[in-house]
């Protein structure tokens, strides 16, 4: 188990210094001088020339890399052109709303998708089987936006039960927090609990068709613990996988969230930096986020030793 774990942390390591290398690369060999494209047509010569060295462009690229790298793992991602801030300072300000959408988000999705998959995989070719089946079809194919829309019609300016967009700080009343959250959370989860539905029906169904659940049937166990218990902790390894996959398909759907609901997180800011080519906040980003996913992958390695004897051994 050591070897894996240990195994595990240094392909998560290679990979960071890959996605590092692809960032560093994203800025340096784009079309264009990006000093110019940051300085707009209207700058001087001196203003480029000044951008130039703010950015570092005015060193050899393996200097420019190694420079970079060192200030990326001493915590230092340099300093927004436009907001005049360290990047890491307008990212923890925009913090919050994709913390709580995400966190929201992924906690519907589990719970939702893996009891429909359950209860899927239960009463498969029944009428609540085939009803959920075709429910993860649909919302799994239907865009976010289109869902956020959709929502947003009906539920905040029809109905009016719910606001429209913007986001209120948790500080400032947990009733106002949720309410703003609602709508934005099942627009960005309703594809994911379909994605989770849909494997943990399949895991399930083939653990139940296996000689041990007869087995257990047989000796009077009763529904919960052969689903809950049994079925749900063999079948547990692909759930995994696909709460993994969740995660980041959450990170990629909320820049499209948070600008259909006007929520001012990480998402927004990624738009706002590329419109006003803040590349430094990007590149920021950037590492933050594939950090993050690199992380929760190899967390979900990691758990499969708690529920997979073969693997741990």
Avoid: C
């Amino acid at each position: 188990m050591g070897a894996y774990i240990l195994h595990r942390l240094i392909s998560a390591i290679a990979v960071m210094a890959m996605v590092g290398i692809f960032v560093f690369l994203l800025l340096r060999l784009a079309p264009g001088d990006p000093a110019v494209m940051i300085a707009g047509p209207m700058a001087t010569q001196q203003m480029i020339d000044g951008i130039r060295g703010q950015l570092g462009l005015n060193e050899p690229l393996p200097a420019q890399f190694v420079h970079w790298a060192l200030g990326i793992i001493r915590g230092n991602f340099g300093n927004s052109i436009f907001a005049g801030l360290p990047v890491l300072q307008v990212i923890s300000q925009r913090l919050e709303p994709t913390l709580s959408l995400a966190i929201l988000t992924m906690s519907l999705s589990i719970w939702a998708g893996v009891s429909f998959g359950i209860f899927a995989a239960w009463g498969a070719g029944s009428i609540i089987d085939r009803m959920l089946t075709a429910f993860s079809a649909f919302t799994y194919s239907v865009p976010v936006f289109v869902v956020g829309y959709f929502l947003v019609y009906f539920l905040a300016i029809e109905a009016r039960w719910l606001p429209v967009q913007g986001y209120i700080s948790i500080e400032d009343g947990f009733g106002s927090w949720f309410a703003h959250l609602i709508l934005p959370t099942v627009a960005l989860g309703l594809p994911h609990i379909a994605f989770i539905a849909r494997i943990t029906r399949a895991s399930v169904l083939e653990v139940l068709s296996e000689d041990y659940m007869r087995t257990a049937a047989a000796k009077g166990a009763s529904t919960y613990s052969m689903l809950f218990h049994h079925a749900l902790k063999n079948a547990g390894a692909p759930i995994l996988t696909v709460i993994g996959m969740s995660f980041a398909y959450v990170i990629g759907g909320v820049v499209i969230t948070e600008t259909v609901f006007n929520l001012p997180g990480v998402g927004r800011l990624v738009v706002d930096a590329i419109n006003n080519r803040d590349y430094p906040v990007i590149q920021g980003v950037l590492i933050l986020v594939s950090g993050l996913y690199v992380l929760i992958n190899l967390a979900v390695d990691l758990t499969y030793t708690l529920i997979d004897p073969r693997i741990r051994y």
